[in-house]
């Protein structure tokens, strides 16, 4: 079962399948590091889990070194998508990395 992801404003991003994470069409995005930080397929800092469903980063951290890009997985089958969250309100000293 894959764990879905969404953005601060309730629209489903995508979802986590071993460790990565994959848009809403298989479309590799990244990977988690053991302490919850997502980091983008070329390596850069992207944020951190927030409420187990999102990914959010800090307005006041400094950007961590980049990291060296991991090979891309093969892309799974998407699993069928969750129904959107309502959106949240902002939080306080955070913003949504993929909302544009």
């Known amino acids: 079962m894959a764990n879905h992801f969404f953005k601060w404003n309730g629209q489903h991003l995508g979802f986590e399948k071993n460790g990565r ?34 990914i959010l980063r800090k307005t006041n951290k400094a950007q961590p070194m980049n990291k060296l890009a991991k090979l891309p997985p093969l892309p799974p089958l998407p699993p069928l998508p969750p129904l959107p969250k309502l959106p949240k309100l902002p939080k306080l000293g955070w913003f949504d990395p993929f909302d544009n």
């Open 21 to 54: 994470l994959f848009d809403t069409h298989s479309k590799y995005i990244g990977w988690f590091d053991n302490n919850g930080s997502l980091w983008s397929s070329n390596g850069v800092y992207i944020g951190e889990i927030v409420n187990n469903n999102y």
